[in-house]
């Protein structure tokens, strides 16, 4: 079960199911330490469900023009594929303290850098390229500037975010 190994209270169900190969730690919030899942389960399981899920759209695909009720009844059975999935990482995923509770730091950081900025209220295009490109690496941005093929807003929006990003080193 996934019980905090450091103070035996329960994890949440969804950030645990859920945990994949890159996304493998989580915090627990009673006694606030970061616990890291096994690895080859958790890749083992997101593998799992992403075979099912290309094998299921696949069928859709071909099977959805003829009869719509065929994309809800997938939906519901991707849907559920992905509960059980997750259920059975949530009782079997082994925890562990992360050992070196300095990277702890290192992680939230990190994870907090990775996450796109919100939109501003009223987004122009810009802004919403800015969010859609956040992720890229720089050299991904520069080879959007010097894209002729691609929209001015495009050039614009990888510009903005290397000289954001520039400014915060
Ligand atoms: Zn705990």
Sequence with gaps: ????????????????GFLSKINN???????NIILKGDESLASTTGM????????????????????????VTILFIVATIFFLIAT?????????????????LEYEQF??????????????FVDKLKQKHFHKTDDQLL???NNPKMVDEAHRAAKELL???????
């Design 25 to 31: 730690k989580v915090r627990c919030k009673n006694c």
């Design 1 to 16: 079960m996934a019980d905090c190994p450091n103070c035996n209270s329960k994890l949440p169900f969804l950030k645990v």
């Design 88 to 104: 059975f990482q949530y009782k079997n995923i082994d925890l562990k303290v992360v050992e070196d509770q300095d990277q702890v």
């Design 48 to 71: 799992l469900g992403a075979a099912l899920s290309i094998i299921i759209l696949n069928i859709w695909r071909e099977e959805f023009f003829s009869n719509p009720m065929v994309f």
């Design 143 to 145: 080879r959007i500037i």
């Design 111 to 124: 994870s907090k850098m990775s996450q796109a900025p919100d939109l501003p209220e009223n987004p122009t």
């Design 163 to 169: 000289d954001e990003r520039s400014e915060k080193t």
